[in-house]
Structure formats: C-alpha cells, structure tokens
C-alpha cells in the first residue's frame, strides 16, 4: 500500500527558508504570491492492506521521526 | 574527569572536544560510538560533540537523537550525569528529549562561522562555575541552524527559573538584535534543563582553550567543571 506523510510547520513558527523562496518568486516576476511556506513529502510503502494498522503505524513514525511536533505538523494520507 | 565523547557519522568536532578534555583534565576522554547501547563505568561527564551527524538529513540531530547510545544518555542524565551537548550536541539533545525546544534554520540564513560574545547568565552551574555571573566571553561559532525557538510557555520556563545560561550580547554585554547572529528568542545560547545537569550550547567553547591559537575564554567551562567534579568527590 502507498501512503503519503505531509509535514508542516506549524503556524506562527519563522519559515527563513520559506521567506526566501517567496522572495525568489517575486524575483521571477510571479505576481500574485502572498506568502511560502515550506514542508517536507514522505512517500511511504507500507506492508500488508490493512488500513487502519497502516494509518496507526505512519502516525507513530511521524510522531517518532518524521516530525517534530514542537514545530511541526503532520498529515497521514493513504493512498490504495 | 573522566569524559566520554559520544560519536556518530558526520561528526566532525569530536577530536577538537577529546583535545580539550584531556589538555584541561588531564585523562583522556572515551570515544563512544552510537551503535552502543552502554556508557563507559565511571565517566563523570557525556559530552555530544558537533558536526554534522547524518548529514543533517530529515532535520539537524534528528537521526542522531534516535541512535541506540542515547537511551543510555537519557538514563545517565536522569540519575543526574552531567551531560554537555555543543551545536550539533545541541540539535541532538533537543531532538532526543533531553532539552526542551528547537534550532531552526538561522533567521538570515547564513552560515556563521566567527567568534561571537557571550554573556554568561549564572556561575552557579557546574558548567559556569568558571565565570562571574554577566561576564562576557568571546568563543567561535560555527552553524547554519542555531536558531534556538520554543512556545511561549518553555521560553517563559527558562527565563523564570534562570534557565538561559549564554546569551548572544555585543562586545561591552548589551542585547543588541545585530549581535543575536541567528535570530535566536531572547538570544538564547545556551540552556540548562530543570535539573541542571544538562547544558546545551551553539558556540564552541572548545576551540578557545589554547593562548597559543587565540582567546582562552573557553577554559572557563572546562576547568569549572573540573573543580566542580573534584569538590563533589
């Protein structure tokens, strides 16, 4: 089975790297950006079809590893 | 005093540490390696070098912070083991639980390679008791992610129970925005956890030890420590 987890930053938290790719597009000419914000893709293929024991499982490697949840969020997507 | 210097892959600091601990202590640290899941018998100090573990893959110390030694790191610093965690120590002591909060990227995103001024908050840690308390201390730096941030109630923490131990301050001890290099809150340095066993710090009081390659501000550390450990024995 193919999962997806999407980590944020959580709002409020300084995106240096965010800001600068918002800069970098404004100096390409893309009118009509009002803000970046940067995060991270994991594509993950996980053994088996059981949903819920795959959504269980990502969940505790997103809140062991793949995040970290002082600044960032997290988003569990299985994909069939 | 007898260190063990923890190592992982793409540690590259740990020899400078190993070189200082063993000039001002006079005992030659162990070198510890990550796959191991116990601490040397009798070590009186961890110290978690910088560099770069695991190539900063995933976030700065992330990996690092999940290696097998540092369940045993976790277990000495909970029966009170001081543990001294510098740069990249101190992404992964974050990481790893055993201070609170998180360096991010450097708010102008550079990275800063210089010497930078700190002021030293407290002398009455076993890590500061080689400095007066408001004395400023020039050591390098050297870091692409010191940012140090944490939510409003852990920033209120720490500076309620005297927890910020190295500030960022121009040359004379002013909080000055221009001299706080990384955008850190408060211009956090360094902090110690509840307990006050474990210090993390950015700047590298490791590599200002020698007169012979420049200031000496960085004895302060080492050699407090020392006492501190001889006056416990």
């Keep these: 089975m193919k999962a997806r987890v999407t980590v944020t930053l959580k709002s409020g938290i300084l995106d240096p790297q965010g800001k ?28 088996g079809d ?9 969940k505790q490697a997103a809140d062991k590893l793949l995040a970290n949840t002082v600044i960032e969020n997290y988003r569990v997507d299985l994909l069939g | 005093m007898k260190a063990a210097v923890l190592v992982f892959p793409g540690i590259n600091r740990e ?47 992330a990996i690092a912070a999940r290696s097998p030694i540092m369940d045993a790191v976790r277990g000495y610093a909970a029966h009170g083991g001081l543990v001294l965690a510098v ?19 450097n708010e102008r995103l550079k990275f ?9 908050e407290r002398s009455d840690t076993a890590f500061t008791r080689g400095y007066n ?20 109630d852990t920033i209120a923490r720490l500076e309620g129970e005297g927890r910020v131990i190295f500030r960022y301050v121009a040359p004379d001890g002013a909080r000055d925005a221009a001299f706080n290099v990384n955008g850190s809150t408060n211009a956090i340095a360094g902090i110690i956890n509840d307990r006050g ?3 993390g710090m950015m700047p590298h009081p490791e590599n200002h030890v020698e007169a012979a390659i420049g200031p000496t501000d960085g004895r302060g550390l080492f050699a407090g420590l020392v006492e501190a450990l001889d006056r416990a024995a």
């Design chain 1, 20 to 47: 600068a790719i918002e800069g970098a597009l404004r100096s390409l000419g893309l009118a009509g950006v009002s803000s970046v914000r940067q995060g991270k893709v994991f594509d993950i293929e996980i053994e």
């Design chain 1, 50 to 58: 059981d949903r819920a024991q795959a959504e269980e499982l990502l």
């Design chain 2, 15 to 61: 020899r400078d540490m190993a070189r200082t601990l063993r000039l001002i202590s006079g005992h030659e640290p162990a070198m510890v390696w990550h796959t191991d899941t116990d601490l040397p018998s009798g070590i009186d100090l961890v110290v978690i070098p910088g560099g770069f573990s695991y190539g900063d893959y995933l976030r700065c110390g």
């Design chain 2, 87 to 105: 740069c990249n120590g101190f992404q992964i002591a974050c990481e790893a639980g055993l201070l609170p909060g998180v360096l991010m990227r």
């Design chain 2, 112 to 120: 800063i390679c210089r010497d930078i001024f700190l002021k030293v």
């Design chain 2, 133 to 152: 308390a408001g004395q400023v201390i020039r050591v390098p730096t050297a870091h692409g992610e010191g940012n140090y941030i944490a939510d409003a």
């Design chain 2, 197 to 199: 066993n474990v210090l």
